[in-house]
């Protein structure tokens, strides 16, 4: 019952004698209060003379000041002359409560009660005897619902079984037994006859009964009550208006409604009585005004995550475009306001500070949802949102798509079901599918630096369900429309400017490029023109012997020789940004295949990025071979000699290296510099060619500067960045089937040992240093000698080397 008071915002009226269910009122809110601050009204209804006789007692006692009750908050006291007085006390209040909810249950069905002037009640009754029972029975003829509490015992027991059965015109044994079980003995006080009169009145007035069952564990008590206060509005809303009022009243009565449910979070009764047919006028008219409660309640229901409202009103919206266009902004400023606890919405308060905002504008809130999608994206012309104008105007790219603009909001309020919602309306389901994942995987990375542990947890997670939705949708497609798959996942999405492969690809999305599709394409790029069933050792074999390229031989398949007519070949679009690749026939006649020439197949060939793949491992190996023989046979001081051959080779090879890596930056495209160095050196091997590349330039330096004396630093610069073009060579592992995840086990299983050799190294360091203050106290050896002292014996005796007393 406290609960059914909470949500509907009721107060509990009673008969404010201290008996019966008011009893344990007071214990029922004392209880919930004390966890939560809640204010509960409880009012009691008292005639004018328990009032008069209160007061007498008070003068005769003017310093002791009493509450007349402590179970209830405040009273109500009623002159009425149609309470008869003299009477018993628990009588006579109960004729005051019954005049007194008449008289507001009468005030309500007058037609010229406003909408806002509307006081609904609702009579619960909870066990009670035959007073109870009449009580309930002119409550119901004054057309107010009852909500009968079955399992109280009593009348309410009563009242609800004859609800359920067949016992309202039985007056027989079945109907006094009943009687007698659920009013004892006190029935014998009444007639029998009164009894079932008063039933069968009550029961001609079924519509107005809500009978809620103590056994039923799946109903709640304020579902029941909530019912029957939206049954008293659509009442009197029938019964006043009739279809024949004013559009104006109409639109206020559906406006009321809309509150009530919103208040309750109840989509079942507006599904079931306001988002219907029949009120698609008035719903319709509704949002032409500025103050749309239509429009308000979707708002508050993407803000308070209600899946099922929004998924109700949306299709009731009539201007999905100027929703977002006005209350976009708004979703994101209230967010900011009222949930805190939004990691997006501190992150938007870092770019504030980061930008030097001091005034949080609404508008600011959406150009920095710009800002962060922009950095995770790498791509500096990404603008969602842009401020023009000063602080008012707001320039929405895309304003077409407004599912998706809701779609960007839920993911960074991380509401799964509803990003969804908006994703499954939106087109580009895949991209923007991988667009969501790449965005809660950034968040969650954040939520983890701040220690936000759970948050983070559900980050991922949701990241990992948008992926996988991205991968199911692929498969299917694949399944169901091969050639269509394949395009899709090299489409250019103009809203992310890139394509789904590389934002799985930027985002380490493992599993959506291991999709079939993902793997098809990639094979197909990587082999070129040349047929994927051409074994390998063919096609190594026909790079040192070009003869056999020719189709005629039948060494090397091409898939331009083998399609037939009804097969399509891909074609670059004459668009600027290709949004779709365009395909056209290649016929395959004889005369065809006499136009190719010998250069021809050779640009198929050659033109394979497989086989230029081969050529440059070939290079590199021979740069290596080059690199090491005048490293080891003719590495001298300039005192003595000038560079060979073989090394100014080598330097000339080593610039045209670093000039390709400069290239690879300089064409990233992300926006600036900076950006591209950034997205450049996501790659861990880039890293390792630019330290490769800088100790090249300083043995470079350090052959041209030192003398013999010190020329051996010289040689070791040189050695340790031979050795490093060498370790280079694992990443063409990477393109073999069985190699490359070895290689990949490798990275990381060298991450898992580091955390082993940290604690190698401490074992190491805290042995040496005490056997070193033992056995060599007060040493005189320069820093870097004890230092290795501190580590050799320790290192040597891991070994068994125990009798080593001094090391070489």
Same mark, same amino acid.
């Given at each position: 019952?406290?609960?059914?008071?909470?949500?509907? *915002?009721?107060?509990?009226?009673? #008969?404010?004698?201290?008996?019966?269910?008011?009893?344990?009122?007071?214990?029922?809110?004392?209880?919930?209060?004390?966890?939560?601050?809640?204010?509960?009204?409880?009012?009691?209804?008292?005639?004018?003379?328990?009032?008069?006789?209160?007061?007498?007692?008070? $003068?005769?006692?003017?310093?002791?000041?009493?509450?007349?009750?402590?179970?209830?908050?405040?009273?109500?006291?009623?002159?009425?002359?149609?309470?008869?007085?003299?009477?018993?006390?628990?009588?006579?209040?109960?004729?005051?409560?019954?005049?007194?909810?008449?008289?507001?249950? =009468?005030?309500?069905?007058?037609?010229?009660?406003?909408?806002?002037?509307?006081?609904?009640?609702?009579?619960?009754?909870?066990? *009670?005897?035959?007073?109870?029972?009449?009580?309930?029975? $002119?409550?119901?003829?004054?057309?107010?619902?009852?909500?009968?509490?079955?399992?109280?015992?009593?009348?309410?027991? #009563?009242?609800?079984?004859?609800?359920?059965?067949?016992?309202?015109?039985?007056? =027989?044994?079945?109907?006094?037994?009943?009687?007698?079980?659920?009013?004892?003995?006190?029935?014998?006080?009444?007639?029998?006859?009164?009894?079932?009169?008063?039933?069968?009145?009550?029961?001609?007035?079924?519509?107005?009964?809500?009978?809620?069952?103590?056994?039923?564990?799946?109903?709640?008590?304020?579902?029941?009550?909530? $019912?029957?206060?939206? =049954?008293?509005?659509?009442?009197?809303?029938?019964?006043?208006?009739?279809?024949?009022?004013?559009?104006?009243?109409?639109? +206020?009565?559906?406006?009321?409604?809309?509150?009530?449910?919103?208040?309750?979070?109840? /989509?079942?009764?507006?599904?079931?009585?306001?988002?219907?047919?029949?009120?698609?006028?008035?719903?319709?008219?509704?949002?032409?005004?500025?103050?749309?409660?239509?429009?308000?309640?979707?708002?508050?229901?993407? %803000?308070?995550?209600?899946?099922?409202?929004?998924?109700?009103?949306?299709?009731?919206?009539?201007?999905?475009?100027?929703?977002?266009?006005?209350?976009?902004?708004?979703?994101?400023?209230?967010?900011?306001?009222?949930?805190?606890?939004?990691?997006?919405?501190?992150?938007?308060?870092?770019?504030?500070?980061?930008?030097?905002?001091?005034?949080?504008?609404?508008?600011?809130?959406? #150009?920095?949802?710009?800002?962060?999608?922009?950095?995770?994206? *790498?791509?500096?012309?990404?603008?969602?949102?842009?401020?023009?104008?000063?602080?008012?105007?707001?320039?929405?790219?895309?304003?077409?798509?407004?599912?998706?603009?809701?779609?960007?909001?839920?993911?960074?309020?991380?509401?799964?079901?509803?990003?969804?919602?908006?994703?499954?309306?939106?087109?580009?389901?895949?991209?923007? @599918?991988?667009?969501?994942?790449?965005?809660?995987?950034?968040?969650?990375?954040?939520?983890?630096?701040?220690?936000?542990?759970?948050? +983070?947890?559900?980050?991922?997670?949701?990241?990992?369900?948008?992926?996988?939705?991205?991968?199911?949708?692929?498969?299917?497609?694949?399944?169901?429309?091969?050639?269509?798959?394949?395009?899709?996942?090299?489409?250019?999405?103009?809203?992310?400017?890139?394509?789904?492969? @590389?934002?799985?690809?930027?985002?380490?999305?493992?599993?959506?490029?291991?999709?079939?599709?993902?793997?098809?394409?990639?094979?197909?790029?990587?082999?070129?023109?040349?047929?994927?069933?051409?074994?390998?050792?063919?096609?190594?074999?026909?790079?040192?012997?070009?003869?056999?390229?020719?189709?005629?031989?039948?060494?090397?398949?091409?898939?331009?020789?083998?399609?037939?007519?009804?097969?399509?070949?891909?074609?670059?679009?004459?668009?600027?940004?290709?949004?779709?690749?365009?395909?056209?026939?290649?016929?395959?006649?004889?005369?065809?295949?006499? /136009?190719?020439?010998?250069?021809?197949?050779?640009?198929?060939?050659?033109?394979?990025?497989?086989?230029?793949?081969?050529?440059?491992?070939?290079?590199?190996?021979?740069?290596?071979?080059?690199?090491?023989?005048?490293?080891?046979?003719?590495?001298?001081?300039?005192?003595?000699?000038?560079?060979?051959?073989?090394?100014?080779?080598?330097?000339?090879?080593?610039?045209?290296?670093?000039?390709?890596?400069?290239?690879?930056?300089?064409?990233?495209?992300?926006?600036?510099?900076?950006? $591209?160095?950034?997205?450049?050196?996501?790659?861990?091997?880039?890293?390792?060619?630019?330290?490769?590349?800088?100790?090249?330039?300083?043995?470079?330096?350090?052959?041209?500067?030192?003398?013999?004396?010190?020329?051996?630093?010289?040689?070791?610069?040189?050695?340790?960045?031979? *050795?490093?073009?060498?370790?280079?060579?694992?990443?063409?592992?990477?393109?073999?089937?069985?190699?490359?995840?070895?290689?990949?086990?490798?990275?990381?299983?060298?991450?898992?040992?580091?955390?082993?050799?940290?604690?190698?190294?401490?074992?190491?360091?805290?042995?040496?240093?005490?056997?070193?203050?033992?056995?060599?106290?007060?040493?005189?050896?320069?820093?870097?000698?004890?230092?290795?002292? %501190?580590?050799?014996?320790?290192?040597?005796? %891991?070994?068994?080397?125990?009798?080593?007393?001094?090391?070489?």
């Amino acid at each position: 019952m406290i609960e059914a008071v909470l949500n509907t *915002g009721s107060w509990v009226v009673t #008969c404010g004698t201290d008996e019966g269910a008011v009893q344990f009122i007071k214990d029922a809110v004392n209880e919930y209060i004390t966890l939560e601050e809640y204010y509960i009204p409880i009012v009691g209804i008292l005639s004018q003379r328990m009032y008069e006789s209160d007061e007498n007692k008070t $003068n005769e006692n003017p310093g002791n000041w009493d509450t007349l009750d402590p179970n209830h908050t405040q009273f109500v006291f009623i002159d009425d002359t149609k309470i008869q007085t003299g009477r018993e006390t628990a009588i006579e209040c109960r004729e005051a409560f019954v005049n007194f909810i008449s008289k507001i249950c =009468g005030k309500n069905l007058e037609s010229y009660t406003k909408i806002q002037n509307i006081l609904p009640v609702v009579l619960v009754l909870i066990e *009670g005897g035959y007073e109870d029972l009449k009580t309930a029975r $002119n409550m119901l003829k004054e057309k107010m619902p009852v909500i009968v509490i079955d399992g109280s015992g009593g009348a309410a027991n #009563c009242l609800a079984a004859c609800y359920r059965g067949s016992l309202t015109n039985d007056r =027989g044994p079945g109907l006094s037994n009943l009687l007698k079980k659920c009013f004892d003995d006190s029935i014998a006080k009444y007639n029998m006859y009164s009894a079932c009169e008063l039933i069968n009145e009550c029961l001609k007035h079924k519509s107005r009964i809500y009978v809620y069952s103590l056994d039923d564990t799946t109903a709640k008590v304020d579902i029941s009550i909530q $019912n029957a206060i939206f =049954g008293i509005y659509q009442e009197i809303f029938e019964s006043q208006y009739n279809g024949n009022g004013p559009a104006i009243t109409e639109i +206020s009565a559906i406006k009321k409604q809309l509150e009530l449910v919103e208040r309750w979070n109840r /989509c079942d009764l507006a599904a079931e009585n306001i988002f219907i047919d029949k009120n698609r006028k008035e719903l319709s008219n509704s949002q032409e005004n500025s103050n749309d409660s239509v429009l308000k309640m979707f708002q508050s229901s993407l %803000l308070k995550n209600r899946m099922d409202f929004v998924s109700l009103i949306m299709d009731r919206i009539d201007d999905m475009q100027g929703f977002v266009m006005l209350h976009l902004k708004d979703l994101y400023w209230d967010c900011s306001i009222y949930g805190k606890e939004y990691l997006a919405i501190r992150l938007f308060e870092e770019q504030w500070t980061n930008e030097k905002n001091t005034n949080k504008q609404a508008i600011k809130m959406l #150009c920095s949802v710009t800002g962060f999608i922009s950095n995770l994206l *790498g791509d500096t012309h990404f603008k969602l949102y842009e401020q023009k104008d000063g602080y008012k105007a707001l320039w929405i790219d895309d304003f077409n798509r407004p599912f998706y603009h809701l779609f960007v909001w839920a993911l960074f309020m991380n509401r799964k079901e509803i990003a969804r919602f908006f994703l499954k309306k939106d087109t580009d389901f895949t991209a923007s @599918a991988l667009f969501g994942s790449a965005i809660l995987k950034e968040l969650a990375d954040k939520a983890f630096y701040r220690n936000h542990i759970e948050l +983070s947890d559900l980050l991922k997670e949701n990241a990992g369900y948008f992926e996988t939705l991205s991968c199911n949708l692929m498969k299917e497609l694949y399944n169901n429309e091969r050639d269509r798959a394949l395009k899709i996942v090299v489409n250019i999405v103009d809203r992310y400017n890139s394509t789904p492969i @590389a934002i799985a690809s930027s985002q380490n999305m493992m599993n959506f490029m291991a999709t079939s599709a993902c793997q098809a394409k990639l094979n197909r790029i990587w082999r070129g023109d040349i047929a994927l069933h051409t074994p390998e050792w063919r096609i190594c074999m026909a790079v040192f012997l070009p003869v056999l390229i020719i189709p005629k031989i039948g060494f090397i398949t091409y898939e331009k020789n083998q399609q037939n007519p009804s097969s399509v070949e891909p074609s670059k679009s004459p668009d600027k940004i290709p949004t779709e690749q365009k395909y056209h026939s290649k016929n395959s006649s004889d005369e065809n295949q006499d /136009c190719a020439g010998p250069f021809q197949f050779v640009s198929w060939f050659y033109g394979a990025p497989q086989v230029k793949f081969i050529f440059y491992m070939i290079t590199y190996f021979t740069f290596v071979v080059i690199f090491s023989i005048f490293v080891l046979t003719d590495l001298h001081p300039l005192s003595e000699s000038l560079p060979s051959v073989l090394e100014n080779i080598t330097w000339l090879w080593t610039m045209s290296l670093a000039i390709e890596e400069i290239r690879q930056i300089s064409q990233t495209n992300k926006g600036s510099f900076a950006r $591209n160095i950034m997205f450049w050196a996501k790659n861990v091997w880039n890293i390792f060619d630019a330290l490769m590349y800088l100790l090249f330039m300083v043995s470079v330096m350090l052959r041209c500067v030192l003398t013999l004396d010190d020329f051996y630093y010289a040689r070791m610069t040189y050695a340790i960045t031979l *050795g490093m073009f060498i370790f280079r060579t694992m990443q063409f592992f990477f393109v073999t089937r069985y190699l490359g995840p070895k290689v990949v086990m490798i990275g990381k299983m060298i991450g898992d040992l580091a955390f082993f050799f940290a604690l190698f190294a401490l074992f190491v360091f805290s042995f040496g240093i005490m056997y070193q203050a033992i056995l060599f106290p007060n040493s005189v050896l320069p820093p870097w000698e004890l230092f290795k002292a %501190l580590i050799y014996l320790p290192y040597w005796q %891991l070994y068994g080397e125990l009798n080593l007393d001094h090391v070489e």
